[in-house]
């Protein structure tokens, strides 16, 4: 960045009305000098009362595409935070992206660096449809990192059933498993079922994915699944069953994870060693935060009903079934469902066949832990 440059960023929050003329004489100068500068400089810049008006001046530049696929001029992580904030006054900065990435050789034969630095852009910089066709022709690049990138911001953007289904009849294992990966979150009954579909796939990196798709949508099965996996014979797919488990952060799996840790060589003890280390962390800090207060009545064979209260005393209505741990001595029970009541405001939870006793229940949310009976919590 010039000196003029510098000191006009570095002086503009004391006299805003003074230097802004300035500024732009300065850009309208010589516009292309200036975006370069302006790009260089970004994580200075971004911190500076200067940065509405700067951005204001580059965003409609031919230059800026450039500048933004260049790994030498800014890391990609600034990279995608700028074209971030330059949305707002260019809408289509990121097709101008893609379209920039497939001009140097062709959809097919674009250099992978460049392909893969502007999906990654783009990935944390749009989030239209409208991509569609451009992303569709890099799916057929000669690079499989690229078409694996390409299918995990794809699905991402575009969240259409028939694509994903499309993708994982695909026999690239690494697209369908960022297909799965690029659906996480949605907890439609459709979707769900094409995680369950996935969880019996050939390859242990989909499955293992169709698993965290299940368990995000607060599907029970994933549980299961998991823990069926842990006892895989492939010893590929009990690591991938110990990964699973450490994305979900669930307790429920800690005993599971330590029979790993102890009798199960390998890959699969490490992603087991990681995964009790991530479940840990999250309970920690989920206990200093506000805890739940959580009241069960019930008994197995009729079903139980849970209150999940805030620090407020304001019920919590919209947990998913994985919220909920039952356990006996320790023990997790398995749970069939439970699913909220409005003219109670509590849930009603069915046990899995055979029922079995319950002496203790952990509820999991987003903003606290509760438990019953509540000395757990000390």
Known sequence: MSDRLIHLIGEFGDSPAEL?????????????????????????????????????????????????ANPEILAAPDAADLARRLRPMNPSLDQQLLRHAQSVGGAGDCSPALALRVLEIVSEASDGPRLHPLLTQLLRHHDPRVRSKCTLIAGRLLR????????????????????????????????QELFLAATEDRHHRVAANGIVGLYRAGSLAAVRIAVQMSANADPMFRAAAAYAMGQSQDPRFVR??????????????????????RIRRRISELRKSSNLTVILAGEPLEGFRASVLDAAGEPQPNLKPTAFILTNAGEPVNIEDARYTPTSADYAISLANPPAPVTALTVIAPNGIGDWPAALAA
């Open 160 to 191: 259409r059933l028939d694509w994903l289904e499309q993708r994982l009849a695909d026999p690239d294992p690494r697209i369908r498993a960022n297909a799965v990966e690029s659906f996480w979150g949605d907890d439609s009954p459709d979707v």
């Open 20 to 68: 802004a003329p300035e500024l732009r004489l300065f850009q309208k100068s010589n516009p292309d000098a200036f975006v370069d500068q302006a790009v260089a400089a970004f994580p200075q810049i971004k911190a500076t009362p200067a940065l509405p008006l700067v951005l204001e001046l580059i965003a409609t530049r031919l230059r800026i595409v450039e500048r933004l």
């Open 256 to 277: 599971t994870l330590e029979r790993m840790v102890t009798g199960d060589p390998g890959a699969p003890r490490q992603n087991a060693l990681r995964a009790l280390v």
